[in-house]
């Protein structure tokens, strides 16, 4: 009988003790770690501020490859959510919300120094009140470089279980943010570095158009003249294969990059006609849209240019990407259809490229899926340049589009009514000063 007093009295002190314990220890928790990238700080916020790139650099991928995400919410900023379900315990179910962002995302430039993104948790994790803050710091000599300061805070109260978890912050907490910070380094290390702040892209869906192309490629030190001779004799092609056809070019010149390379520039010209079926050989085709090559297929062509025509099929027949032959060097198809990240650049077409250059690292930021290869860069000219003499009076207008496979329906800019530049908004009459006056000035930054 002594013993067993003697044991309850012992279990008595510990529960004491595990009591006062529990009251002394702290009521809340916090953990963080930093770690600087090299990329320029609206790229890092963008990143984060939006989850579609979150199962690339989550550690939790790691840890179960079966892991189910669901995106909900808004698509970019605060009300942006990630759901996730998985059968490993280490993982469970849960989800995190974009609770705010400080400045907003328009504030984000050269200028800012310093920014503030708030995650909501909802885990298995204990505690209340639970949340990731990811603080941005502009670093380095030319604030070329970012400091990422990823913290947890958790809210215990008077739960003393919950309190007691507090020993156990540095681990799935302390994990979960040093794993996925060293993660994000690497999917923001495939983003090229430039400065997109003035850049303001929208998403427009594209309609399927039925056009004439021509493919084409110059030498890049043959420059603007190269490429405006090349594209002069494409479209004397394009439209003596029209008037051929019994059809009408219905709009401006369309040039899909292939391959812009440190030599040579690889591109189609196209124009877009004012028929969807063709007469061609004695026989009435149907256009339809181009598709991927069949690699399996046998190509005669020893053409060094992707976009080339495969083999000598006569007209009338397709080529490998499924495009109506209409003679040796025109082909027709169906063009566009479907979303298309787009921006504008006002200036000579030297600056189409840099434009391009910025178009690619926003949509990797910002989570938009594209494809360079099948659906390839285009640029529309929608208004030509005007000259008096040899005096250029105002630039050229370029819409430069990226094909998407998987997007939001706008684009945060879009969303807050941020309208893209137009040369309308200066009166066509005014003289530009140069080329980079004339058009977003991140655009003439992308090239440093």
Partial sequence: MMRVLEFIVALIIVIVVAVVVGVVMPGSGHVERSLVVGKDMRQVYDVLNNFRRFPEY?????????????????????????????????VGNGKFTIASADPSFDKVDSTAKKSTIVWNVDNDWRGNDKHFTLDLERNGSRGQLTKVTWSY???????????????????????????????????LAAVQNVDYTKLIPYIEQTQPTPVLMVSSSIERKGGLEALNDATDKAIGQIQAAAKKLGVTTTGPRIIYTTNYGDQNYSFD???????TSLNVAGQ??????????????????????????????APGGHDRFGRLIVDNDVRAYLAFGGPALKAVWNGTAAGVP???????????????????????????EAKP?????DQVTQY???????????????????????KP?????????QAPASSSTAAPAAAASAGK
């Fill in 354 to 380: 840099q434009t391009r250059d910025l178009m690619k690292a926003y949509a990797q930021t910002h989570g938009y899926k594209f494809d360079e290869v099948t659906n390839r860069f285009y640029d529309i």
């Fill in 153 to 187: 805070d958790v809210d215990y109260g008077f739960n003393l279980i919950n309190r007691y978890s507090n020993l156990y912050i540095h681990g799935d907490p302390d994990a979960f943010i040093q794993f996925s910070l060293n993660n994000l380094q690497n999917v």
């Fill in 58 to 90: 989550s550690v939790q991928r790691e840890y179960d490859r079966n892991i189910k995400f669901d995106f909900s919410g808004k698509a970019y900023g605060p009300g942006a959510e990630i759901s996730w379900a998985s059968d490993d315990g280490k």
């Fill in 284 to 313: 009435t085709v149907e256009l339809v849209a181009a598709k991927a090559p069949d690699l399996n297929a046998a190509v005669a062509s020893s053409s060094a240019d992707a976009s080339s025509t495969a083999g000598d099929t």
């Fill in 385 to 389: 340049e005007v000259k008096q003499g």
């Fill in 421 to 429: 530049p137009s040369l309308d908004d200066t009166g066509s009459d």
């Fill in 269 to 275: 010209v196209a124009m877009p006609i004012s028929a």
């Fill in 396 to 418: 050229a207008e370029f819409d430069v589009y990226l094909p998407l496979s998987w997007a939001p329906d706008q684009t945060p800019e879009q969303a807050a009514g941020i």
